[in-house]
């Protein structure tokens, strides 16, 4: 018999609401064992109408209650919930990578403590692929990313930048370059190039473009990889999230698939 899997959920928003109330419906196997998020009496009566509302608790008591964590934080909180996490030697569903990228010193922290990283695939498709390649050699990988103008207006670099995307007409590309630096500038947008990179050749070697294109009605990402053992080139358009643009509806979806998999007598791929 499977013992039962307590889930925290940091964060309800986009990601964090669709994933609360998906496993308040019943998941065998799977409980929510509470929620946490910076307006705590907001989030009590956003999960008041569930069938068991989940306690609201401090990112330390959350770590407690819980066997895995979903972390959908704004990536300033990141940090305390990943460390509280890997110290207490827990398991960890990250989907801000952009944070976790400056943090890889967490992953010697969950080498020592037993605890382990685990980074949903969110709006992305391919990583087994390109995690079997990378077994191999990759020569490279590529990455194009175009989003309607609304899901990049409050993306750091183009507020700090200045740059007005009110009433864009053509595409206008806001970077090229490797996915580490993107990651600096868009730390709430490219997500997906950290993921990626993670899985093939690293942030540095791998390239990323990020365009504003207000003929996009979809987060649209663009991948091309070469390697020794396979050429393949994919593309995702994703639709957005009515709470936050920048965020795709298939995001929360593959957290469901991922907590998933540490009960489904049957799962397919790595």
């Known amino acids: 018999m499977t013992n039962t899997i307590n889930v925290g959920i940091g964060g309800l928003g986009a990601i964090g609401m669709p994933v609360a109330r998906w496993l308040d419906a019943g998941i065998t196997g799977l409980r929510l064992a509470g929620v946490s998020a910076g307006n705590k009496e907001r989030a009590a009566q956003r999960v008041s109408d569930f069938a068991s509302p989940p306690p609201v608790l401090d990112l330390a008591e959350l770590v407690t209650a819980s066997d895995v964590l979903v972390e959908a934080l ?4 990141f940090g305390e919930l990943a460390d509280l996490t890997m110290a207490a030697g827990k398991k960890l569903i990250v989907l801000t ?8 010193d967490l992953v010697d922290k969950a080498t020592e403590t037993g605890g382990q990283i685990i980074a949903a695939t969110g709006a992305l498709v391919g990583f087994d692929a390109v995690r079997a390649a990378a077994k191999g050699e990759i020569y490279s990988v590529t990455m194009k990313t175009r989003k309607p103008p609304e899901g990049l207006k409050k993306a750091t670099f183009v507020v700090e930048q200045g740059i007005n995307l009110d009433g864009l007409k053509e595409p206008l590309c806001l970077y090229s370059g490797s996915v580490r630096d993107a990651a600096a500038k868009f730390p709430a947008n490219v997500n997906v190039s950290v993921a990626l990179a993670l899985a093939g050749i690293g942030p540095e070697k791998t390239q990323y473009e990020i365009w504003a294109d207000p003929a996009m009605t979809r987060n649209t990402h663009e991948i091309s990889v070469d390697a020794d053992s396979t050429r393949f080139d994919m593309t995702i358009a994703g639709v957005p999230t009515e709470e936050n643009p920048a965020t795709g509806k298939l995001t929360p979806l593959s957290v469901m698939a ?9 799962t397919v791929g790595t």
Not at 74 to 77: A, E, G, K, M, N
């Open 74 to 77: 704004p990536p300033q909180h």
């Open 258 to 266: 991922t907590l998933e998999r540490f009960v489904a007598p049957l």
């Open 97 to 104: 990578l952009t944070s976790l990228l400056p943090r890889l």
